[in-house]
Structures are given as structure tokens and as C-alpha cells.
């Protein structure tokens, strides 16, 4: 019960001081929701690269020459083929199209290995070598739709016209927000490849536990190539989102810090009201504990209030506005993608560490100078 009152009290004590409490609340809060919408916005953009790739190919070969990725020939497919465990290889033909109009970049890919991804559609797949079906953002920026025509310049420099047959729906833009297909051997003729090579391909295996044991024969049979398996590329995207991510939270901490030398000189410098306040309860029978007990309630009452209403901000903002404003600095630019619809999530360690980083740092700044004051003789602190 006095416990219960000194608590009554602390609240009491913050709203007489409106102007001061909700200034340090304002910040507090939106220091709180900057950090967690980066930490929620890399776990949401983590989450959503490995969703899209269960759905790629198992094992990716590539062809290198002089560190480069290379086209590589159809005909290694009977080579591989042999491996035991292989149950089948695809060729793959995709590309990037940058396109001066709306200065963004496309991803091009042959209509053989899309279709049985793409089944999102909103027309019909292109058959004829003048068709082609774009993703949702391609229409948007360029003001087509289904039977108008899209006009590319292709690897001659010369302009080709493909009839839009299909305009993949918005529930597929993850996957189809930047993406043309249209059948392979036009695609071929597009970007001037020669006859019998591809941009790669995409081997399925029979046992996913044999996945890193058959790049490993790949590599012994073609010595020059590159097998790059579904784990390797969701830890590639993994690091690089958690290095763009360090890096904004290493730019925010500066302001954590600002925040907590703040609140630091707010403290230790307790006004002469709060100093006339501890010295008027010691001398009323107030023992040290309860001042400090006081302030106790007081800082973690701030916090809590701050974390909480902080937190959910952030929430609001990545999970369901898609964090304008982060998502582009996290996932990069000039390239066209698709509005981020993250499934929202709640992890309790990420919550506790960054409760722990925020919370108690400003709880023992305001903890600690009441103690001074508290040790203090009461008449020298009302005199002071």
C-alpha cells in the first residue's frame, strides 16, 4: 500500500510539471520509434527475402570468367545431368533493362522459366514473339495496360514493340513489380545472345540435405562456374540488410546519446522545486528509500509511457504504411519496387534489448542525482 502512494504521488509530482514532462516524453517517444522502425523494418525486409526465394530455384549455376558472371552453354546440361542426386536442370534467360524513361530498371526473364512461378495474372501470358506481360509497377510508370504497346530499345539499339498481353496483379508484386517476360528465344534476340547459351541454370535435386554436397560436384565438373545455393543467396540478403540497417542505427545512436546526456544534465542539475521538494519530504519523515523510490516510479512511469507509445508508432509505421521514409534507405534505389506489405511480427528479445538500452539509462540518470540529494542533510538541501 505505500508503495501504491508513493507511486500516486510520483504521477502527481509529473503533472505539476506539464511543460517539462511532455517535452522530454516528445523526445523520448520519438527517439523510441525511429530506432524500433529500423530494427522492425530489417526484420520485416529479412522475413519477406526469405519468403521470395522458397519459391526460387534450389541450386543456381553460373559461368565466371575473369570474376564476372558470364553466359554459360545449354549443352553443360547433359554434363551435369549426370551427377546422382540431380533430378533436373532448367536454362534459365533474364536480364536487366535500364529504361531512360522513367529511370528505373526492369528485370527481364524468358516466359519458359517465369510461368510456373506466375500464375497471379491479369490477362494472359505472352505466346507470339511481339508479346510480353509486366508487372503492376511497369504499367503504373509507364501508363500502359492490357493491348497497349511497350516500346523497348534493345541490345542493337534499335526500337522493338511488344503488345502488353498481361498485366500481373498487385497480390504478385513482390515478385512481378519490376519483371517483363516474354517467351525465351525473343528474349535471346532482345539482348543479342548467342544460340545456346543462357543467362543460367537452375538445378532441382531429388534431397535438399545433398543441396551443398552437389554444388560441390558442379564445381569439380565445370571448373569455371559458379553453383550458388537458396541458402547462400537468403544469407547474402540477410548480411546486406543487416549492414544497412547497422548503419542507420549507428546514425540514430548518435541521438540516443544526445538523448542520453540530456536527460543526464537534466538530472543532475534537479531544479531548486525538486531539491526544495526532497528536502521538505526528509523533513516530514521521508526516509531516503522512498525518495528514491519516488524517483524511481517517476523515470520508469516517463519511460514506460514512451517505449510503449514509441513502439507502437514504429509498429504502425513498418507493418501497415510500409515505412516510406526507411524503406527506401534499407532496400536502395533506382530500381522499381513494390509497396512493402510486411506480415507483422513481435520478437520479445528485440523488445527487451532495445527496452534495456533505452529504459534504463534514463531511470538511473534520473535515479541517481535524487540519491545525492536524498543523502543530503535536509536543511542544506532547502537551502541550497
Known sequence: ??????????????????GKTCAILVVYTLMIAVLSSVLLLTEALKSEATATLAGGPQLIVQRLMAGRHELIAVAE?????????????????????YDSLTKMNFTMQGI??????????????????????????????????LEDDLILID??????????????????????????????????????????????????????????????????????????????????????????????LALFSSALMAFCILAWDKATGLSAGERREIGILK?????????????????????????????????????????????????????LFPALHPTPFIDPYQIATLAFLTIVPYVASTVIPAWRAAVTDPDEVMRA
Request: glycine share 10%.
Open 1 to 18: 500500500m505505500p508503495n501504491l502512494k508513493i507511486l500516486e504521488y510520483s504521477l502527481a509530482s509529473l503533472l505539476r510539471r506539464p
Open 77 to 97: 546440361i547433359d554434363k551435369l545431368a549426370k551427377i546422382p542426386g540431380v533430378k533436373g536442370i532448367k536454362p534459365r534467360v533474364w536480364g536487366y533493362y
Open 112 to 145: 519458359d522459366t517465369a510461368a510456373s512461378q506466375l500464375s497471379l495474372l491479369s490477362g494472359r501470358l505472352p505466346r507470339g514473339e511481339d508479346e510480353c506481360a509486366i508487372g503492376a509497377g511497369i504499367a503504373e510508370n509507364r501508363r500502359i495496360g
Open 155 to 248: 541490345n542493337a539499339t534499335l526500337g522493338r514493340s511488344f503488345t502488353v498481353t498481361g498485366v500481373f496483379t498487385a497480390a504478385s508484386d513482390l515478385l512481378t513489380q519490376d519483371l517483363i517476360v516474354m517467351p525465351t528465344e525473343t528474349l535471346h534476340q532482345f539482348f543479342g545472345m548467342p544460340e545456346g547459351y543462357a543467362t543460367d541454370l537452375a538445378v532441382e535435386v531429388y534431397n535438399s540435405n545433398e543441396i551443398n554436397t552437389i554444388a560441390g560436384k558442379i564445381k569439380l565438373a565445370l571448373p569455371d562456374s559458379r553453383p550458388i545455393t537458396q541458402s547462400e543467396l537468403l544469407r547474402t540478403y540477410h548480411a546486406v540488410f543487416d549492414w544497412r540497417g547497422g548503419m542507420l
Open 283 to 335: 523533513a516530514v519523515g521521508w526516509d531516503t528509500s522512498d525518495v528514491l523510490l519516488l524517483k524511481l516510479w517517476e523515470g520508469l512511469a516517463l519511460s514506460l509511457l514512451a517505449f510503449l507509445v514509441g513502439y507502437l508508432m514504429a509498429f504502425v509505421l513498418v507493418f501497415f504504411w510500409g515505412a516510406p521514409l526507411l524503406g527506401s534507405v534499407l532496400r536502395g534505389w533506382s530500381v
